[in-house]
């Protein structure tokens, strides 16, 4: 399973089903906690991907209407500079 790390949030691999030394055989319980666990880890890592996708094209977005604005802007003071040189 890849995930990313909390320090450098870079993807690293957790083994599947991998539990700490001593506790191999562990009970039948705990496997179905783990692979619970593991599986709602994943479902996690699946949103904040498509939340950090959405914010990524929403933050383009953004910049694009700023630039627009920005245009816009420049064009009302051209055409009101015009209009008041013809007054």
């Known amino acids: ?3 990313n790390c909390q320090e450098c949030d870079q993807p690293i691999t957790v083994p599947e089903g991998s539990l700490p030394s001593g506790k191999k055989e562990a009970a039948p319980e705990v496997n179905a906690h783990l692979a619970k666990l593991q599986h709602c880890l ?3 890592e699946s949103q904040r ?4 996708s959405y914010i990524n094209q929403h933050s383009i977005q953004l910049h694009r209407w700023q630039l627009r604005l920005q245009t816009l802007e420049e064009r009302k003071k051209e055409l009101m500079d015009e209009m008041l040189g013809l007054s």
């Open 1 to 3: 399973m890849l995930v």
């Open 42 to 44: 994943k479902e996690n």
């Open 49 to 52: 991907i498509e939340i950090t």
